[in-house]
């Protein structure tokens, strides 16, 4: 996984790139928790997601937000952690413009801005958002939801509550079109400390239904 910098709105971004081994491979992006809570790339859900989707074959990257260990610039509340996630996208793509689907994964505060990137960017075809702080930030803008996805909650978790997180997908499985899955992780925390195999068990069930080439959801 090598080491990569490349230019984002606020200067250089700090990245981790596992190129695809193949052609035409899908594209994978995970983004990570809070800055101000300690969060960076090198958290343990967003190094297992990173893995989990390298293992399948994606080309997939995951980065430092602006002001996070070599990545230039400060924390500014979600807006410009968002256009740095486009960067990062129109990066990896660059590599890939033939890629079938991409994919965003993202863990907290990266599960937010991982959701408002899906609004903006249709090529993005599947989500996995793991510990959505929905009673912390507004969701509102998933109006419609663009893409099916998951969403992983973990039933103790004292961060990102599970009532603001059942009221999110109760919301979004109004929707037509899309799907959306919902998997509570019993005894897990905010941060899955004790229960991490439970919660990439569920990651990856969802991504072989997803990727199995007769799954009704595409």
């Not at 790339?41 to 937000?65: D, H, P, S």
């Not at 993202?106 to 993005?124: K, T, V």
């Not at 075809?125 to 996805?149: E, K, M, W």
Request: charged share 20%.
């Amino acid at each position: 996984m090598p080491e990569v910098i490349f230019p984002g709105p606020e200067g250089r971004i700090e990245g981790r790139f596992a190129p695809a081994p193949r052609p035409r491979a899908p594209v994978a992006m995970i983004l990570h928790p809070h800055p101000n809570a300690g969060g960076t790339m090198n958290n343990r859900i967003v190094q297992e997601l990173y893995k989990t989707f390298q293992r399948r074959g994606f080309a997939t990257l995951r980065f430092n937000f602006r002001g996070v260990g070599k990545s230039q610039g400060v924390f500014d509340n979600g807006v410009g952690e968002l256009s740095d996630a486009a960067a990062a996208l129109d990066w990896i793509q660059s590599f890939h413009p033939e890629a079938q689907t991409t994919w965003i994964a993202g863990f907290s505060f990266g599960a937010w801005i991982g959701m408002q990137l899906l609004m903006r960017r249709p090529e993005i075809r599947g989500f996995i958002s793991v510990a959505p702080p929905a009673n912390l930030y507004d969701f509102t803008f998933l109006a419609p939801c663009p893409s099916s996805g998951i969403i992983i909650q973990g039933a103790e978790d004292e961060v990102a509550t599970p009532p603001a997180t059942q009221k999110l997908v109760d919301k979004l499985r109004t929707q037509k079109h899309i799907t959306i899955h919902h998997d509570t992780i019993p005894r897990a925390n905010h941060f899955f400390e004790h229960e991490m195999p439970d919660l990439m068990k569920s990651v990856d069930n969802y991504l072989d239904m997803r990727l199995d080439p007769n799954s009704p959801i595409r």
